[in-house]
């Protein structure tokens, strides 16, 4: 059994940074992709940027302005978010998938003011 733990949100004005954070409990591997979805009020969730390995992958939204990582021997995945907007705001969740089984963090808000 995989758990997720994220932490790290909070309010921040527009153009501002936060670093999101999500510990992982159980076994989880380099070849197992880790990322961030987030969902805003009345939308549906979407992907913000997933890392398998070194690869990683990014919505346009946010491309250039958010960075994930991982390190492997924490089991943590990180994302460095710079040059916030409001449109930003949402719930970001913490993801993995494990043998096709999809596992996923509490949430943690972030809130973008203008």
């Known amino acids: 059994q995989v758990q997720l733990v994220e932490s790290g949100g909070g309010l921040v004005q527009a153009g501002g940074s936060l670093r999101l954070s999500c510990a992982a409990s159980?076994?989880?591997?380099?070849?197992?992709?880790m990322g961030w979805y987030r969902q805003a009020p009345g939308r549906q969730r979407e992907l913000v940027a997933t890392?398998?390995?070194?690869?990683?992958n990014y919505a346009e939204s946010v491309k250039g302005r958010f960075t994930i990582s991982r390190d492997n021997a924490k089991n943590t995945v990180y994302l460095q978010m710079n040059s916030l907007k409001p449109e930003d705001t949402a719930v970001y969740y913490c993801?993995?998938?494990?043998?096709?089984?999809?596992?996923w963090g509490q949430g943690t808000q972030v809130t973008v003011s203008s």
């Open positions: 993801y993995t998938n494990i043998f096709v089984t999809p596992y």
């Open positions: 890392i398998t390995g070194s690869r990683t």
């Open positions: 159980g076994s989880i591997f380099s070849s197992n992709p």
